[in-house]
């Protein structure tokens, strides 16, 4: 008990010196990359998609994805007459047609007309831009195709799921397709009212399949496709593929149906706010500054480092799977870079004080005597 | 034994890796030295010299040095006096040349807005777009690509000159489409294709927007012309990231890449 204050003392001090040692730490890390666009573009918490992206997968049961490849207009059309008659329960477009004037225009404005459940795309940031047949359109929802990003460099991590347009509020088109098929779920995204959330990119695959496959009228596809919300688009345009936490080049088409998956899940995920990650890094360095403390007052000579370092380790393994774990599990991402950081540095920070510390001691009891 | 190990291991260690870089000194003017990373001796800068990221320049008063860039033929004219790595003056150039495509685009949105013609999307959209204005872009790039031999076709409705400018040369680029493109250019040398321009995350990152029937010279980008190498404009309606299609060249599906989705 005498030790108490000492104790509280040092802690508190080590604490400290490896709180500021992280920070310039994690800045030097996040200037490192020589052309990154942004420190937004970097987030340590993709760490934890990555790993889960690589893990075990279930096959999605409320979306598909059906991709057009270079089907011409009049494909298309015949494309979605045929996913009509599969009766999915909602069917978006990712595709603009801005001018007429080409073979199966008719066709295409016809099909677009005559499926049920259609949700079409729409720029957020300029309302103007079309396709054509959009006038010809009256019982169609409409979605905004915007990502969450300022430049087509950034990360697509999150999701705007309203954004105010000049003719009044657009949902996402993610939104709009998971309110054909589960209005509940739809309804909570817009209860919780926020200006961004988070996508999952891990977990669900999704059904693919390829025009030919549709136009054939498979039995066991028509089956797949009935009652889903389902998502037609081009999967190998390169100008639609955008940097996401899972992988490098990941086509529109299948953002946006992430992101109706993750609202569908019922599952949103949360990112923990940033002075409770700075609170758990403190109280996860003190306790590893007490246990250094411990060790080093039980005297155990060489075997003392050797403890220091093991219950580093172990305490850094420990917050790396309470981290996944909440992650896989509840849906809620903690930034792991700065408790890790101050596990890691609060050694430095104990070693520095107490080098010091002996050093001074030394040089006065030497002065004394 | 166990010396033998460790000594052969040490050795190994030691062997330096041979790394080719990018980077060399196209040209200098006044005094401009080169420390590599791991040295302390500096030393004249010369011409055709190569040089890590690592390495430290040296420029006095009134000296400059235009560093070249192989992958795709830029030149980065760097001028500060002072001590920088190569990586703090390439980044510096690159920055200012992307103000400066922001300054452009900030331009050419104001007249694109300006005369209410179908704009360009300036939002980063997860769509695809099919055949607008008529023939496929990806047509042309097609037909150019798998005619590299023989007589070049040439982009009906971007025109591009390339204009000496020096020792040097910059792009000159002419949108004759009817639509306002993001523009940009194929370096093709020896059957490899290349993106000329990189844009970098800051301001101008979105690439080069030219309105319809609008000329630009990209002097900001200065360049080396490749001998026997051919130049191949494209457009596309929005803005999208070049590393996307830069990979998927050197991917063994360069042939997809390059039909794939570039049209106007």
């Not at chain 1, 569908?264 to 306790?287: D, H, N, T, Y």
Request: charge should be negative.
């Amino acid at each position: 008990m005498k030790k108490a204050p000492k104790y509280l003392l040092a802690i508190v001090a080590v604490t400290a010196a490896a709180f500021a040692l992280s920070q310039t730490a994690l800045n030097r890390i996040l200037s490192l990359s020589t052309y990154s666009s942004s420190k937004e573009s970097f987030s340590f918490s993709d760490f934890y998609v990555r790993t889960a992206s690589h893990g075990v997968a279930r096959m999605s049961e409320d979306i598909a994805v059906v991709d057009i490849g270079d089907l011409d207009r009049a494909g298309i059309a015949a494309l979605l007459d045929a996913l009509s008659m599969m009766q999915p329960k909602a069917v978006a477009i990712d595709v603009f047609f801005r001018y007429p004037g080409q073979e199966g225009d008719a066709d295409l404005s016809d099909a677009v007309c005559l499926t049920e459940g259609m949700v079409l795309p729409l720029d957020a940031t300029r309302p103007d831009l079309v396709s054509f047949f959009y006038d010809d359109v009256l019982d169609a929802r409409f979605g905004a195709v915007n990502l969450s990003a300022g430049s087509a460099r950034d990360v697509v991590r999150s999701y705007r799921p309203v954004f105010d347009t000049e003719n009044g509020p657009l949902e996402a088109v993610g939104l709009a397709v998971a309110e054909q098929l589960r209005p509940d779920l739809a309804a909570q995204v817009r209860q919780r009212g926020a200006a961004s959330e988070l996508i999952r990119f891990d977990g669900v695959e999704f059904p693919i399949f390829e025009a030919d496959e549709i136009l054939s009228g498979e039995p066991s596809v028509a089956e797949t496709i009935r009652g889903r919300g389902v998502f037609v688009g081009d999967l190998h345009d390169l100008q639609d593929v955008h940097l996401t936490p899972a992988e490098a080049d990941m086509p529109g088409l299948l953002i946006h149906a992430k992101i109706a998956q993750t609202i569908l899940s019922g599952k949103p995920l949360r990112q923990v706010p940033r002075w409770l990650v700075v609170l758990i890094a403190a109280l996860v360095c003190a306790l590893f500054t007490w246990i250094s403390l411990l060790i080093r007052d039980h005297k155990w000579g060489k075997a003392s480092s050797l403890l220091v370092r093991g219950s580093q380790f172990l305490l850094m393994v420990a917050f790396f799977y309470i981290g996944y774990s909440l992650y896989i599990g509840p849906g809620i991402l903690l930034d792991f870079s700065l408790p890790m950081m101050m596990i890691g540095l609060g050694a430095l920070a104990y070693d520095l004080m107490y080098g010091f510390y002996d050093l001074f001691t030394k040089v006065l009891f030497k002065k004394k005597k | 034994m166990k010396k033998t190990l460790i000594f052969l291991l040490a050795a190994l260690l030691a062997l330096p890796l041979p790394a080719q870089s990018r980077y060399s000194v196209y040209k200098t003017k006044g005094t401009v030295r080169v420390c590599l990373k791991s040295e302390s001796a500096w030393t004249a800068a010369e011409r055709n010299r190569e040089l890590q990221l690592g390495d430290r320049l040296q420029l006095e008063a009134g000296a400059s040095v235009t560093i070249f860039d192989s992958s795709n033929s830029l030149l980065y004219p760097y001028e500060t006096p002072g001590e920088c790595t190569v990586m703090e003056a390439v980044r510096s150039v690159r920055d200012k040349a992307g103000s400066r495509t922001g300054a452009v685009n900030a331009e050419m949105k104001r007249s694109i807005e300006g005369h209410g013609a179908a704009a360009a999307s300036y939002a980063v959209l997860g769509a695809s777009f099919r055949a607008q204005g008529g023939a496929a872009f990806t047509d042309s790039l097609a037909v150019s690509l798998q005619g590299l031999a023989g007589a070049g076709a040439k982009n009906p409705k971007l025109a591009l000159t390339i204009v000496p400018d020096g020792d040097a040369a910059v792009f000159k680029l002419r949108n004759g489409a009817d639509i306002p493109l993001y523009v940009n250019i194929l370096r093709i040398s020896n059957g490899d294709p290349t993106v000329c321009l990189e844009f970098d995350g800051k301001e101008g990152s979105e690439g080069i927007l030219l309105d319809a029937g609008a000329e630009l010279v990209l002097d900001q980008y200065p360049f080396v012309v490749l001998e026997g190498a051919r130049y191949l404009p494209f457009g596309t309606v929005r803005c999208y990231d070049t590393r996307s299609l830069q990979r998927a060249l050197r991917r063994s599906d360069k042939e997809d890449a390059l039909t794939a989705g570039f049209v106007y």
